[in-house]
């Protein structure tokens, strides 16, 4: 059996924000959303989540500077499956590598894309059960 998983979705973007987040809602997950990397420690602060969703270019505070802020706070990062997404990814390869970022979803992408990585992850969350 498939349990809900919770997402985190950090965009600046409104309309992409609340596409990725309907469409988690679609695959029977729970997700609240963040507009910036600001927003996002904040969320991460206060509550666990099992996914984050997370755009690298951002105003007040980048995707770059949520992981380093997660490598700063062992305990909220524990558990907790980080994709980028971006449209920069090619260009950030190494730095994300050394980050730990091992999943980019990149811009701009197709449902299809969101809704297999979506299934994806429920798949590898459920076989580590």
């Known amino acids: 059996m498939t349990r809900q998983l919770r997402f985190l979705v950090v965009d600046d973007t409104d309309d992409i924000r609340d596409l990725m987040m309907r469409m988690v809602q679609r695959a029977g997950h729970a997700a609240e959303g963040a507009a910036d ?45 980080t994709v980028v997404v971006t449209a920069w990814a090619g260009d950030r390869r190494g730095a994300l590598h050394e ?31």
Do not use: C
């Open 37 to 81: 990397g600001i927003e996002a420690t904040i969320a991460l602060a206060a509550h666990r989540y099992d996914v984050m969703l997370l755009d690298l270019s951002m105003p007040r505070m980048s995707g770059e500077d949520v992981v380093r802020w997660l490598d700063a706070h062992p305990d909220r990062a524990d558990g907790l499956r």
């Open 99 to 129: 980050l730990g970022i091992t999943t980019v979803l990149p811009k701009p992408f197709r449902r299809q894309h969101l809704i297999d990585l979506i299934a994806d992850i429920t798949a590898d969350t459920d076989a580590e059960r």
